[in-house]
């Protein structure tokens, strides 16, 4: 399975961006697709998933804030990111997960700053 993520930038704080991860190769039709996030000198940490039937979960520092979704025909998943923070800059992973095995795209610059 190959990943290939996008849509990082530099924003100032309170804008938005959307990132994209789309997986191709032999991907399997029950997976989970997430984001991971990490940050300089601090460990990668889970954003948010989804799996493929919708379920999600978000960790609490971007509840209400970031919106995961996806696209099962295209095997993408999104993050919205909404009313992004400094703290939010991070370089950005999407993740696939199927039948015990893990795959990482190449990671993506989000950075927040005035």
């Known amino acids: 399975v190959q990943l290939q993520a996008s849509g990082g930038g530099s924003v100032q704080p309170g804008g938005s961006l959307r990132l994209s991860c789309a997986a191709s190769g032999s991907t399997f039709s029950n997976n989970v697709m997430g984001w991971y996030r990490q940050a300089p000198g601090k460990q990668r940490e889970l954003v948010a998933y989804?799996?493929?039937?919708?379920?999600?979960d978000y960790a609490e520092s971007v509840k209400g804030r970031f919106t995961i979704s996806r696209d099962n025909a295209k095997n993408t998943v999104y993050l919205q990111m909404n009313s992004l923070k400094p703290e939010d800059t991070a370089v950005y992973y999407c993740?696939?997960?199927?039948?015990?095995?893990?795959?990482w795209g190449q990671g993506t610059q989000v950075t927040v700053s005035s």
């Open positions: 989804i799996v493929v039937n919708g379920l999600t």
């Open positions: 993740k696939y997960s199927s039948r015990g095995y893990n795959y």
